[in-house]
């Protein structure tokens, strides 16, 4: 009998020890609140991002080149796609959209818009770090905030590299504008529609 109660003893200070520490770590930031921490700056950065585009698209229309203003429109519509996933992500973890402050942007010459667009280093940085965030999702079984993390990871890496085409063919981009195709399920951006690589019909076109 004495032994029996030893054990229930042990038993429920085990059950006791282990809400305790799930418990610390939930307070301390576990590993669901680093990927809602995540989710976050990433929904903030896209609404940011979506300003910082539009504003580069007025200046490339204002300099007259229409295609570049096109493309900086399309990406805009891209950071709009991703930041309602991303909205809709931290909802289902139990989170709360932050507030996102408008953030006038610095708009330089549509040459320089596209050149700061296409930073390398920093789009191996994002992309290096988007690969960590969507592994992380994926061990704690948040299949959504991998998924959306995953999408702004592709959609990133692409606007980067036509950013860094239009700079390399500026005089190219005063034509048009031709538009740009944008996947409405994972907010790819394409100059053709077959580019886009969209799993269904739920595309549009900027112009």
């Given at each position: 009998?004495?032994?029996?109660?030893?054990?229930?003893?042990?038993?429920?200070?085990?059950?006791?020890?282990?809400?305790?520490?799930?418990?610390?770590?939930?307070?301390?930031?576990?590993?669901?609140?680093?990927?809602?921490?995540?989710?976050?700056?990433?929904?903030?950065?896209?609404?940011?991002?979506?300003?910082?585009?539009?504003?580069?698209?007025?200046?490339?229309?204002?300099?007259?080149?229409?295609?570049?203003?096109?493309?900086?429109?399309?990406?805009?519509?891209?950071?709009?796609?991703?930041?309602?996933?991303?909205?809709?992500?931290?909802?289902?973890?139990?989170?709360?959209?932050?507030?996102?402050?408008?953030?006038?942007?610095?708009?330089g010459?549509?040459?320089?818009?596209?050149?700061?667009?296409?930073?390398?280093?920093?789009?191996?940085?994002?992309?290096s770090?988007?690969?960590?965030?969507?592994?992380?999702?994926?061990?704690?079984?948040?299949?959504t905030?991998?998924?959306?993390?995953e999408?702004?990871?592709i959609?990133?890496?692409?606007?980067?590299?036509?950013?860094?085409?239009?700079?390399?063919?500026?005089?190219?981009?005063?034509?048009?504008?031709?538009?740009?195709?944008?996947?409405?399920?994972?907010?790819?951006?394409?100059?053709?529609?077959?580019?886009?690589?969209?799993?269904?019909?739920?595309?549009?076109?900027?112009?």
């Open positions: 009998m004495t032994n029996l109660r030893t054990w229930m003893w042990i038993a429920l200070f085990a059950v006791v020890a282990g809400c305790m520490q799930s418990a610390i770590l939930a307070a301390d930031g576990g590993p669901a609140l680093v990927t809602l921490d995540r989710l976050q700056a990433a929904y903030r950065a896209e609404n940011i991002a979506q300003e910082r585009y539009l504003a580069f698209a007025a200046k490339a229309d204002e300099e007259g080149y229409k295609q570049a203003a096109s493309l900086f429109r399309a990406v805009a519509r891209a950071e709009q796609i991703l930041y309602t996933y991303h909205f809709d992500a931290i909802k289902e973890l139990g989170g709360v959209p932050a507030e996102v402050e408008s953030q006038p942007p610095t708009v010459s549509t040459k320089e818009n596209l050149e700061k667009s296409s930073n390398k280093a920093e789009a191996e940085q994002f992309d770090d988007y690969t960590t965030y969507v592994k992380a999702a994926r061990a704690e079984g948040n299949r905030a991998a998924k959306v993390l999408y702004a990871r959609v990133e890496a692409q606007n980067v590299r036509l950013f860094a085409v239009a700079a390399k063919s500026l005089d190219q981009m005063r034509g048009g504008p031709k538009g740009y195709y944008i996947c409405g399920v994972s907010g790819v951006v394409s100059p053709t529609l077959d580019a886009a690589n969209c799993s269904g019909p739920d595309w549009e076109r900027v112009r």
